[in-house]
C-alpha cells in the first residue's frame, strides 16, 4: 500500500507527516533470530530498512585458525545448530576435497542419510517458527514432536541430539548401527504423517494464507544477482540444487525430484521446504536400502584416520598414530580449495587454504543465509510492518551462520 | 578438467593475469587488482561465461607465510592480502574463482573496486570483508561494519590481530539516545565491568548502578570505580 498523499491547503488540519523510526529486534518475540531490522515508517508502511546481523557473531573463522583440521568440526557443528550434521559433513567434504581422497561408498550412503534426516529437521524448524510467529501454535507443537522423532534417531547414531560432530576427515566417527534402517522405518510414517498434519491445518487456515500469498515476493534475476540459493532462491523458479547440479557423495543414485516456486513469495518458500522434506524421506529411503551392510566407513589411511582404540590401547603404533594425530592433526597438503554442498538453507561453502600443516591458515565459511538475509531489506521495503514477520520467517536466518 | 574460462580470460586479458592454476578442479586466476572491476564486469556479460550468480567474496591475510617462491599457494605476488572472489554461472553451470593481491598499506591505502553494482550481492561480503580486514571497497554504497559494532577496534581476521586481545568497553552512544532508550536504574545487569567485591552483587538493578550512572559514563566515584581497568578474572567468570 502507498502512504496517500493528499495536498492540503493553509489552515486545514494537518497529521503529523514524520516518519517514524522502529527498531524491531535484537530480540523480538516475533523475530526468528537475534537481528534488529531498523525500520521507517510512513504509517505502517516501510519506507526504508536496515537489517542489522552479527549478535551472534563469535569469531568462528578466527578460531579455526587456532587448532587442528579436526578440531574445527565441533565449531561447524554450531554454524548452523539446526542441522549440524549438513555442516559437518560440508567441512569433512571441503577437507577432503583438498587431500585428494573419496571415503567408502558405505560411509558416503550413511552420511546421505545423516544429512538428509538432519534436513528434514532444520526445514521443521523453520516451518514450525514460520507458523508459529503467525499465530498459529499447533503446528509448531506437531513439527517439534516430528523432529522429536528425527533427533531420537540422529542421537541413537551419533550420541549426541545436536551437536553431533560426528563426521571425521576421512570417515566418520562410528559406522551406522545395524538398527539405523529399521529405526527410520519405524519412525518416517509417524514423521510424514505430522508433516500432513500441518500442512492440512495450514493451507486452510485463512489468516495464514492472507499473510503468505504474494508477500515478501523476490524475482529471479535479483535473487540470482544477491547469491541466493537453496529453498529460497527455488521458490523463485530456479530449479538449482547442488545435489542434482553437481552430485556430490551417492547423490547422484538415488531418484528424487527439486520441487520449485513459481512466484518467490513467503508461500513459495513454505512450501518448497515442505515438499523438500517429502523429497528427503525418499532419499533416506534409498540411501538406507542401498548402503552395503558392512564393509570400511573410512579410508584406509594412517595419516588421516584415527586407529580402532584397541590398537592405540595395546600397540606403540597405534599410540603414536594416535598421539600425532591429536597433536599435529591430519596434514593436509599445501593448496587452496573451495567445496560447496546443499545445506538446508543453500550452498554451504567451504574456502579452505593449508600450508601443509596441521593447523588450517584459513578456513572461510560461505553461510548460505548471509546472502539470503541480504535480500530482506528489499522485499520488506514498500510493505507493511506485520509483512515483516513472516518475509523474516521464511527466509530461515539461522544466527550462528549467518553471523559466523 | 576444463580451463575454459580461464583459456577466455587469458585471450582477451592477457596482461591483467598474473597467473592461473586449477588445483582440486577449481579454476582460479589471479588478476591485476587494478583490472577488479572490469574483469568482473566482463565475466557478468560474456555470454560465453555468463556468471550472474554471486557466489562469496572474502579475504585471506598470508601475514607471516614464506617467500613466494617457495610457497605454493601464492604464485607470484609477495603481497599480504589477497580479495578472493567466487563465481557461478546459472546456465553454463561453471565456476571461477578470482583473486586479486593487495601489498600491506597503511589502512586508507588498502583498496580495491567495489563490485556491489555488478552483483548486488557483493554488499554484504564486502561489508564484512571490511569488517574482518579493513579492505577498503571504493566505490561501494554503504561500507561499515556488518557483524561487529562501531567501536570494534582492528580488524580481527588479520593475522597480526592476537585471538587472545580484548577489546575496551564502549561509551554510551550519544547520538542513539532518542533511538533507545536508557535503562532505568533498576533495568539491566552490569555484565562484564569490574564491580567492587564488597558490593554485593544480589538482584537487578541496585543503588550501585545509579551511584556509578554506569549508562552516561561520567565519571565514577569511589570504590567501585575502574571501569577502564581490565576485568579481573573473578569478574569474568560470572558474567
Known amino acids: 500500500m502507498e502512504p496517500v498523499d493528499v495536498e492540503l491547503k493553509d489552515g486545514e488540519l494537518e497529521l503529523p507527516t514524520d516518519s517514524m523510526l522502529v527498531q524491531m529486534g535484537p530480540s523480538h518475540p516475533a523475530m526468528h533470530g537475534t537481528v534488529r531490522i531498523v525500520v521507517e515508517l510512513s504509517g505502517e508502511t516501510l519506507t526504508k530498512a536496515d537489517v542489522q546481523i552479527g549478535f551472534l557473531h563469535r569469531g568462528f573463522e578466527k578460531m579455526c585458525e587456532r587448532g587442528t583440521w579436526s578440531q574445527c568440526l565441533p565449531y561447524v557443528d554450531r554454524l548452523n545448530y539446526a542441522s549440524p550434521m549438513l555442516n559437518n559433513v560440508g567441512f569433512v567434504l571441503a577437507a577432503e576435497k583438498l587431500l585428494g581422497v573419496t571415503v567408502p561408498e558405505r560411509c558416503q550412503h550413511s552420511r546421505v542419510a545423516l544429512s538428509e534426516l538432519a534436513r528434514i529437521a532444520d526445514h521443521m524448524v523453520c516451518s514450525a517458527a514460520f507458523a508459529m510467529e503467525l499465530g498459529a501454535f499447533t503446528p509448531f507443537l506437531y513439527l517439534t514432536k516430528a523432529r522429536e522423532l528425527i533427533y531420537d534417531i540422529l542421537e541413537e547414531e551419533t550420541g549426541a541430539r545436536v551437536t553431533h560432530a560426528f563426521a571425521r576427515i576421512g570417515g566418520m566417527a562410528a559406522p551406522p548401527s545395524d538398527d539405523f534402517g529399521q529405526m527410520i522405518r519405524d519412525a518416517m510414517p509417524s514423521v510424514m504423517q505430522l508433516v500432513d498434519d500441518t500442512e492440512a491445518l495450514l493451507l486452510k487456515n485463512r489468516i495464514f494464507l492472507d499473510r503468505v500469498e504474494g508477500l515478501g515476493v523476490m524475482s529471479q534475476k535479483d535473487a540470482i544477482a544477491l547469491g541466493w540459493t537453496g529453498p529460497v532462491l527455488r521458490s523463485t523458479g530456479v530449479p538449482y540444487d547442488i545435489r542434482k547440479a553437481h552430485p556430490y557423495l551417492t547423490y547422484d543414485q538415488y531418484d528424487f525430484d527439486v520441487p520449485v516456486g513459481s512466484a518467490g513469495d513467503n508461500y513459495d518458500r513454505f512450501m518448497c521446504r515442505q515438499a523438500e522434506i517429502r523429497q528427503s524421506a525418499r532419499i533416506i529411503e534409498q540411501a538406507v536400502a542401498q548402503m552395503p551392510k558392512s564393509g570400511p566407513v573410512n579410508i584406509d589411511d594412517p595419516r588421516v584416520v584415527f586407529p580402532p582404540k584397541d590398537q592405540v590401547h595395546n600397540t606403540i603404533e597405534g599410540t603414536i598414530r594416535h598421539f600425532k594425530l591429536v597433536m599435529e592433526g591430519v596434514e593436509l597438503p599445501a593448496g587452496e580449495c573451495y567445496s560447496y554442498s546443499e545445506a538446508s538453507n543453500g550452498e554451504l561453502g567451504f574456502y579452505i587454504l593449508s600450508d601443509g600443516s596441521g593447523t588450517p591458515w584459513r578456513v572461510r565459511i560461505r553461510p548460505p543465509c548471509f546472502a539470503c538475509v541480504q535480500g530482506l531489506e528489499q522485499m520488506i521495503t514498500g510493505g507493511m510492518i506485520a509483512d515483516v514477520v513472516p518475509a523474516f520467517g521464511s527466509m530461515n536466518m539461522i544466527g550462528g551462520e549467518c553471523d559466523h | ?239
Not at chain 2, 2 to 19: M, N, P, T, Y
Not at chain 2, 31 to 39: E, N, R, Y
Not at chain 2, 133 to 160: A, Q, V
Open chain 2, 1 to 239: 578438467m576444463s580451463r575454459k574460462v580461464l583459456d577466455i580470460l587469458a585471450e582477451e586479458f592477457g596482461d591483467a593475469i598474473v597467473h592461473t592454476h586449477d588445483q582440486c578442479g577449481d579454476e582460479t586466476a589471479m588478476i591485476d587488482p587494478a583490472s577488479w572491476k572490469q574483469i568482473a564486469t566482463f565475466l557478468r556479460d560474456d555470454p560465453r561465461i555468463a556468471m550472474d550468480h554471486f557466489i562469496d567474496l572474502t579475504a585471506v591475510d598470508h601475514l607471516g607465510r614464506p617467500t613466494p617462491t617457495e610457497d605454493p599457494l601464492r604464485g607470484s605476488d609477495d603481497s599480504r592480502f589477497e580479495v578472493v572472489l567466487h563465481l557461478r554461472s546459472m546456465q553454463k553451470m561453471h565456476r571461477i574463482r578470482l583473486k586479486a593481491a593487495l601489498a600491506d598499506q597503511a589502512d586508507d591505502e588498502l583498496q580495491i573496486d567495489s563490485l556491489a553494482d555488478v552483483w548486488s550481492g557483493a554488499n554484504w561480503f564486502e561489508r564484512e570483508c571490511y569488517d574482518m580486514f579493513g579492505i577498503h571497497f571504493s566505490g561501494h554504497p554503504d561500507l561499515r561494519r556488518i557483524l561487529l559494532y562501531d567501536e570494534f577496534e582492528g580488524h580481527p581476521l588479520r593475522k597480526d590481530y592476537d585471538a587472545k586481545k580484548t577489546q575496551p568497553l564502549v561509551d554510551y552512544r550519544e547520538e542513539a539516545v532518542d533511538r533507545l532508550p536508557p535503562f532505568k536504574d533498576d533495568e539491566g545487569m552490569p555484565f562484564g565491568r569490574r564491580t567492587h567485591a564488597g558490593v554485593e552483587r544480589a538482584g537487578r538493578g541496585t543503588a550501585r548502578l545509579a551511584e556509578r550512572n554506569l549508562l552516561g559514563f561520567t565519571a565514577p566515584t569511589g570504590p567501585t570505580s575502574g571501569r577502564d581497568s581490565s576485568p579481573s578474572s573473578e569478574d569474568e567468570g560470572k558474567a
